[in-house]
């Protein structure tokens, strides 16, 4: 496959249009026209300098821009930790259902009877998945849910007048959002090294237990892809020191249906449902977090709770939580995405979510052991111990050998048209490069990928400069993030301040 | 000149009157009384290139070991620690234009704070020492 | 609904029965389970899992569509709620550029050469909102307004690390207010509420300037309010903060910017608001939507704006520029526990379709759809004060304004129904002494005359009752 992305030279939109020229008509009023009289110092004087163009236009300046851009739909995204999974069609257009967009959060229940119900079986299905009975949509994002479900633990504890409970243990190879949601809760952070094997070292856990520990934040699998076979005796470990357990569920993908996080000891969780549920990246989001939690934690959940009242087959909006954490979205939670993550549910059914956490499984254990041949990479940690939907390779030989490391094979890569694998995370791991091909690829798919991850770490080999200036193909080469750094202009309206000055454009290193 | 000892050709740590930390800082005392300091060469070069340095105030007061503030490469971020119990006396404000002035000269015009001690230095370590832990830390 | 088929085959999984025997055969293994030996017997789920089983494309189709259509929405009944989340239109245009895959399957731009779309469109956004605001700098989103303005009141203490105390007006949305408890919770950051004027509704200058001692970092109002008064006379406070050294936060409506001063032009520091009465998207039922965090350039102080933001840069090819993240070390990938924010997804898909809204809208249509809340605000507050229901502030005010209705407690749910009766969401209740309630009506540019008349009409059908 000869891959070539589109390359427009599109401009910055500013650049676009004329005076006069309109995008769009919206609806006018009928009311006649009068005076504003709001006072002149606090009056708009300059209109916002926006784009004057006509819709044609917008349309094709936003295109071209689409078209420099690859995604799930393009080819294989392997990006570990982050389940770049197949977003059905149908879930968008069901998203869009007029019932779904112009409802405001705020209308009598009475009129919102479908959402609420819909909200409600949604929290019932990822409760009974999570093995704990209790569940909110409020967090609009996994690290959301983190710092929501890091609330719910801090509540517990204060409520039983134990306000000593500072610590949050976590793995070295946890993801960046687990200590910076611990640190926005106001407990210290302790990070403990993974043991050879790359799971929990249990002695190191144990010399970080006291009676300082509120609780042990943890996803399993890891972020290596290994199952935490001892958590039951982590569990254990945390409980007896009167702490609780989080479960990190960005890697839930692996064990859907299979094993419930309640079972393995946990007592509250997130998903991610942008990641296990299929709800689309948006190229950064909206994405939508859910969290589930045991009896215990559930008098702190935050306000309003989703509740069914049988005697009137009503669900209504429950402010009346005594000990509630308060708010942490200003509303309910990303609705609409959850919607698309119940769809997806109630397409695969729970059949369906158990063949999908194998054949994730299938295909990460298929790519780890195609990969790991190639000289140069390795797998790091026991490479005896099955991997779940992800694993690790790390290129540090082959960094050594001919100082070609994860990030060029990365740009390698997407030159040829296919993504990189998430690469220089975990940290724990050097030149790590992560891989999640999820189960909508399929051999061929796989195959073909590793067919050219042979190929381009060849022409590495045959010539180092060859990785150190890709990638080629794509709509630009090889950006300079360091220029991006120094330089900080971050909006047209820097570029417009730096022209007046004579600065822009500014002078351009010379060609390779 | 000052004598150096230099490491695999490229991590150069220099001899007295500079003195050194265990997480690669080093300082010189001041006519003064007040101590200059700033990070190593094997700490800038280990770090890359740098983006920014954010730093405490003037008056701020530290405990031996204390993070006192960050340096920010491009792709990481590091503390960098109290040498000992100190107060910041002055801050080098011109990194803030061009943080890879440590690049330039770390020993140098690439100094971060001065400090004045306030319980004694005893903690510092001396250059052959500081070669050694250098030299475990590579082999690692 | 379904049946169990022995060899489960779905359109959401990619590989066949022959694909898995082919690589188990290459894996050495009989069966995928042999992947799972490492499981502890104890924690495998033996039971029957109670989730529905799977369906068809139509059959999921059919079910939420009968759910759905329990709801009724703005298109069916007229509204005027705001509080926040205000009815817009979002034009098939862009709508149409939304449903492109590129842009909604795409992840976060990590490898920004094939990511330009995305990162391009950002930083598009990130323009258009410092228009705007009158901001240099804006990030890429945070969840909402709410979660904004808690991310600010943190940042505010990170940039003057001396002090601890945030000032906030009584005048802020009550969720808002909730969500800022929340945010400093785990912070040493104290939260003191300034008073507003009875009669005004405006900020009580005495008393913020009172409150703007030693140990304050920052101060936020919002303009217009809650109430949807205008706070004309915060420049005095404004001026003061500055003096004391104290960053000064501002929590815009986004849609009255056509009408009403850009934040960045009387002195505020970091401005904050939602896009989706901008157009980022439809009321969804509050979410999605797309915080909204502008500031002025600082070398120091822009390092501590959470969130992602996109710059320029070069390429190897001489003249071809590109877009990248950039700043990315303090955030939580990199500077981990010392980061910014935990924020990693943010709302970028909604900070795109607000990109898309503006430049269809243009500066006209951001004008004129501002006149059209004005002017519908306006007239509706002349007709009521016509039959007698006054404004419970006496001040200037841009779409949105609270009526001193006092509907009593016990009869606030019957008053509902008999608005709901007349197809007519009412308007958020708020209540001074709950006791009685008053109306915070907010008009779209979506309402017409009927409309607000039909409004009227109803309060005198419930009045002679």
Redesign the interface.
């Given at each position: 496959m000869t891959y070539k992305?589109a390359t427009y030279?599109?401009p910055?939109?500013?650049e676009l249009g004329k005076p006069g020229?309109?995008?769009?008509?919206?609806?006018?009023?009928?009311?006649?026209?009068?005076e504003?009289?709001?006072?002149s110092?606090?009056?708009?004087?300059e209109?916002?300098?926006?784009?004057?163009?006509h819709?044609g236009e917008?349309?094709r300046?936003?295109?071209h821009?689409?078209?420099?851009?690859?995604?799930?739909?393009?080819g294989i995204?392997p990006?570990g930790s982050?389940t770049?999974?197949?977003?059905?069609k149908?879930n968008?257009?069901?998203a869009?259902?007029?019932?779904?967009?112009?409802?405001?959060?705020?209308?009598?229940e009475?009129?919102?009877?479908?959402?609420l119900?819909?909200i409600y079986?949604l929290q019932?299905?990822l409760s009974?998945?999570a093995?704990l009975p209790y569940c909110t949509l409020q967090p609009?994002?996994?690290?959301?849910g983190?710092?929501l479900g890091l609330?719910l633990i801090?509540a517990y504890h204060h409520d039983r007048g134990d306000y000593d409970r500072t610590d949050i243990i976590t793995p070295d190879s946890s993801?960046?959002?687990n200590?910076?949601?611990?640190?926005?809760?106001?407990?210290n952070?302790i990070e403990i090294e993974s043991n050879k094997d790359g799971q929990v070292d249990l002695e190191a856990l144990k010399a970080v237990v006291s009676e300082k520990t509120a609780g042990f934040m943890i996803t399993n699998p890891n972020t290596l892809g290994i199952?935490e076979?001892q958590?039951?005796e982590i569990a254990k470990i945390i409980h007896e020191a009167g702490g609780l357990l989080y479960y990190d569920g960005a890697n839930f993908n692996a064990i859907v249906?299979?094993?419930?996080p309640g079972?393995?000891g946990f007592d509250v969780l997130h998903f991610?449902l942008?990641k296990t549920f299929?709800t689309?990246?948006?190229?950064?989001?909206?994405?939508?977090g859910a969290v589930c939690c045991s009896e215990r934690l559930s008098s702190y959940l935050?306000?309003p709770v989703v509740e069914f009242d049988a005697e009137n087959n009503r669900h209504f909006l429950n402010y009346d939580i005594p000990k509630t954490?308060?708010?942490?979205?200003?509303?309910?939670?990303?609705?609409?995405?959850a919607?698309r993550g119940?769809?997806?549910?109630?397409?695969?059914?729970?059949?369906?979510?158990?063949?999908?956490s194998?054949?994730a499984?299938?295909?990460a254990?298929?790519v780890m052991?195609k990969l790991e041949e190639i000289d140069g990479l390795v797998l790091k940690f026991n490479r005896e111990?099955?991997r779940?939907h992800e694993c690790v390779l790390d290129a540090t030989p082959l960094k050594h050998e001919i100082s070609v490391g994860a990030m060029d094979i990365?740009?390698m890569l997407?030159s040829r048209g296919y993504?990189?694998p998430?690469?220089?995370?975990p940290l724990i791991v050097h030149e790590a490069l992560m891989i999640e091909p999820t189960?909508?690829?399929?051999?061929e798919?796989l195959d073909r990928y590793i067919e050219v991850f042979k190929e381009e770490i060849a022409k590495a080999r045959e010539n180092p400069q060859y990785a150190h200036?890709a990638?080629y193909n794509?709509?630009?080469?090889?950006?300079?993030?360091?220029?991006?750094?120094?330089?900080?202009?971050?909006?047209?309206?820097?570029?417009k301040?730096l022209e007046k000055k004579g600065q822009w454009?500014p002078k351009?290193?010379e060609?390779? | 000149m000052t004598e150096e000892i230099v490491i695999k050709d490229k991590y150069v740590i220099k001899k007295e009157p500079f003195k050194y930390t265990k997480t690669h800082e080093w300082v010189l005392k001041q006519e003064d009384g007040t101590w200059l300091y700033g990070i190593t060469g094997y700490a800038a070069t280990e770090l890359g290139e740098l983006a920014f340095v954010e730093f405490p105030e003037v008056g701020d007061t530290f405990e031996a070991e204390e993070s006192m503030g960050v340096i920010e490469a491009l792709k990481t971020v590091s503390d960098y620690y109290a040498p000992f119990d100190c107060e910041v006396v002055e801050i080098h404000e011109e990194l803030e234009d061009d943080a890879n002035i440590i690049h330039e000269d770390c020993y140098g015009e690439g100094w971060i704070l001065k400090v004045k001690p306030t319980n004694g230095t005893d903690t510092l370590i001396t250059a052959e020492e500081y070669a050694e832990i250098v030299k475990k830390e590579i082999e690692h | 609904m379904g049946v169990f088929l022995s060899n489960f085959s779905h359109p959401y999984i990619a590989n066949s029965e022959q694909d898995k025997e082919e690589m188990l055969t290459e894996l050495g293994l009989n069966s995928i389970d042999e992947l799972y030996s490492d499981i502890p017997e104890n924690i495998r789920f033996k039971g029957e899992l109670k989730v529905p089983h799977f369906q068809s494309e139509f059959e999921v189709k059919e079910h939420i569509e009968k759910l759905l259509s329990k709801n009724i929405s703005t298109r069916e009944y007229r509204s005027f709620l705001g509080g926040g989340v205000l009815d817009v239109y979002i034009p098939a245009a862009q709508d149409e550029l939304l449903r492109r895959t590129e842009f909604y399957s795409a992840y976060t731009p990590y490898q920004p050469e094939t990511s330009q779309g995305t990162l391009h469109t950002l930083f598009e956004y990130q323009s258009m909102i410092c228009e705007l605001l009158a901001m240099d700098t804006a990030n890429c989103t945070m969840y909402d307004w709410a979660t904004g303005l808690g991310e600010a009141a943190l940042m505010t203490a990170r940039i003057k690390k001396k002090g601890n105390k945030f000032l906030y007006t009584a005048a802020t949305a009550p969720n808002r207010k909730e969500v800022l408890k929340n945010y400093v919770s785990g912070a040493k950051l104290e939260l003191i509420e300034i008073p507003y004027d009875k009669e005004t509704g405006k900020m009580d200058k005495e008393k913020a300037i009172e409150l703007m001692s030693e140990g304050v970092v920052g101060i936020y109002f919002e303009n217009p309010n809650y109430f949807g008064v205008v706070e004309d006379e915060i420049e005095e406070v404004i001026k003061v903060a500055k003096e004391r050294k104290i960053v000064v936060v501002a929590g815009v409506d986004t849609s009255s910017l056509g009408i009403i001063e850009a934040p960045g032009n009387y002195g505020v520091d970091i401005a904050i608001g939602d896009a989706q009465p901008i157009g980022a998207g439809p009321l969804n039922f509050g979410g999605p939507l797309a915080g909204v965090f502008a500031m002025k350039f600082d070398k120091k102080w822009t390092r501590q704006m959470p969130g992602r933001i996109v710059g320029i840069t070069l390429t190897p090819k001489k003249g071809k520029w590109a877009f990248t993240n950039t700043l990315q070390t303090r955030e939580q990938h990199i500077k981990r526990f010392r980061a910014t924010s935990n924020i990693c997804t943010n709302e970028a898909l909604m900070a795109m379709s607000t990109a898309f809204h503006l430049a269809l809208l243009g500066p006209q249509g951001i004008k004129e759809t501002g006149e059209s809340m004005y002017y519908n605000a306006h007239y509706l507050k002349e007709e009521l004060e016509k039959i007698g229901v006054k404004t419970v502030f006496n001040s200037e005010f841009f779409n949105t304004f609270l009526i001193d209705l006092k509907i009593p407690k016990d009869k606030k749910e019957e008053f509902t129904k008999f608005m709901l009766e007349r197809k007519i969401f009412a308007g958020i209740p708020f209540s001074f002494d709950v006791e009685n309630y008053d109306y915070l009506i907010t008009t779209s540019y979506l309402l017409k005359k009927k409309d607000l008349d039909d409004y009227v009409k109803a309060i005198v059908e419930w009045r002679n009752e």
């Open positions: 992305q030279d599109e910055l939109i500013f020229r309109r995008g769009h008509l919206p609806p006018k009023t009928d009311v006649p026209p009068r504003i009289t709001i006072p110092n606090m009056k708009r004087k209109p916002p300098q926006l784009p004057e163009i819709e917008v349309v300046h936003y295109l821009l689409s078209q420099m851009n690859y995604c799930v739909d393009t995204y990006l982050c770049m999974k197949y977003n059905p149908i968008e257009a069901l869009r259902n007029e019932k779904m967009c112009y409802i405001h959060p705020y209308q009598p009475e009129t919102v009877q479908g959402i119900e819909l079986n019932k299905i009974e998945l093995g609009a994002a996994g690290a959301a983190e710092y609330n801090r993801h960046g959002t200590p910076a949601s611990t640190v926005m809760n106001g407990f952070i199952f076979s958590i039951e249906g299979m094993i419930r079972e393995m991610n942008h299929s689309p990246h948006g190229g950064g989001g909206p994405g939508a935050p306000v954490v308060g708010k942490t979205h200003g509303y309910y939670g990303n609705i609409a995405i919607l119940y769809a997806y549910i109630c397409a695969l059914g729970a059949e369906g979510l158990i063949e999908t194998k054949q499984v299938l295909n254990n298929y052991r111990l099955p779940k990365a740009k997407i993504h990189a998430t690469v220089l995370f189960e909508n690829e399929n051999k798919s200036d990638p794509t709509a630009v080469g090889r950006v300079d993030d360091a220029w991006a750094t120094r330089n900080l202009i971050l909006s047209w309206k820097m570029i301040e454009p351009w290193p060609e390779h | - | -």
